[in-house]
């Protein structure tokens, strides 16, 4: 698999192996490069050993049409730290209007660079910049089943332009 030293689960996740995880900037490029040839314009790499694991730590990019579909988390929590470039986090109400917008960017400015969200409300990143490099924390195990995406948003595998035109109107506040 171009020779990384990571294992692949799909064109979207890799799994580093072993005991010790230890990232560096080709790793990150490597990623990057992932996320480029993607059609959904992300890429993860996760440092935990498996979806079973108590504690889950991603490093994840995406590109900036990348789309996140609002979803909230039952029982977790999650945290975000930026590491390069920039994007939105927005938290939804059961409607589906944007009730707190949080701009992100990589240290070194005036916006921050972490988040952490603690209850379970519907949110979604957007990236603003291409791309965007986060690290990403929160609690296990994965059970996709304990994901409850926002029936009031387009599908991950609705039409781009559809998806386009709804984060448009979710950052414009219409």
């Given at each position: 698999m171009d020779g990384s030293p990571f294992r692949r689960v799909n064109d979207e996740v890799f799994y580093t192996t072993g005991d010790i995880a230890s990232v560096d900037g080709a790793a990150i490029g490597w990623l990057k490069e992932r996320a480029a040839a993607n059609p959904r314009r992300r890429a993860r790499l996760c440092a935990h050993p498996g979806t079973d694991d108590t504690l889950h730590e991603m490093l994840i990019v995406h590109g900036m049409d990348a789309y996140v579909r609002p979803h909230r988390h039952l029982g977790k929590s999650e945290s975000f730290h930026l590491i390069e470039g920039e994007l939105s986090v927005l938290i939804l109400d059961d409607a589906g209007t944007v009730v707190r917008r949080?701009?992100?960017a990589a240290p070194g400015g005036d916006k921050p660079f972490f988040y952490r969200l603690s209850a379970p409300l519907f949110h979604t990143v957007v990236p603003r910049s291409e791309p965007v490099?986060?690290?990403?924390?929160?609690?296990?195990?994965?059970?996709r089943e304990e994901t409850e995406f926002a029936a009031f948003a387009p599908e991950e595998s609705a039409d781009p332009e559809e998806q386009r035109a709804y984060v448009r109107r979710l950052l414009s506040g219409t």
């Open positions: 949080i701009d992100m490099v986060f690290h990403e924390v929160t609690n296990g195990p994965f059970r």
